[in-house]
């Protein structure tokens, strides 16, 4: 079972690409804690680069938040990241210089089990939206988050020392 391939209609794009225009609008705070705008590098390009990811995990005293790669590997932003993880990422009204780490698969497919615990409805809808299925255990979270090929990474987004 594959993912389904990112939108691929201009109509589609713009839908998806809508809420980076809300944190450029300064509408960052409207979608609260649970999306992150992180602005990164093209491998190619070097040009700036943005997508609005949601939150799947969060560690406050450190002020790293864990984000999926829900297209897998093949996602852009991640495959980006992989060439260059200095990034700059913003949760609500918060913005951050940082890394992004992708997190190891045993832990990859730690987070998404936990997301899936504390939000489950929305995990399973975002797992069928992306033409996965799962049955709803953690286990079949965690297998999504280990598999290399065909599986979700998670990255951490990591403050830089010294950032607020």
């Known amino acids: ?9 201009p109509l589609r794009r713009a839908l998806f690409r809508a809420p980076i225009w809300l944190y450029r609008l300064g ?13 990164h590098r093209g491998r190619s390009s070097g040009q700036a680069r943005q997508a609005v990811l949601e939150v799947v995990g969060r560690n406050s005293a450190t002020g790293a938040v864990l984000v999926a790669a829900a297209y897998g590997p ?16 913003q949760v609500g009204g918060r913005r951050l210089r940082g890394r992004a780490e ?16 504390a939000r489950p409805e929305t995990a399973r809808a975002l797992t069928r939206a992306l033409g996965r299925e799962v049955d709803g255990t953690p286990e079949s ?6 598999d290399p090929v065909e599986g979700v990474p998670v990255v951490r987004l990591a403050p830089e020392r010294g950032e607020p």
């Open 74 to 89: 093949r996602a852009q932003w991640y495959r980006n990241i992989l060439h260059e993880p200095r990034v700059l990422f």
């Open 27 to 39: 509408l960052g705070p409207l979608l609260g804690r649970r999306f992150v705008l992180i602005t």
């Open 141 to 146: 979270y965690r297998g999504l988050g280990t």
């Open 102 to 117: 992708p997190l190891p698969p045993g832990d990859s497919g730690d987070a998404l089990a936990h997301y899936a615990q």
């Open 1 to 9: 079972m594959t993912l389904s391939a990112p939108p691929a209609t």
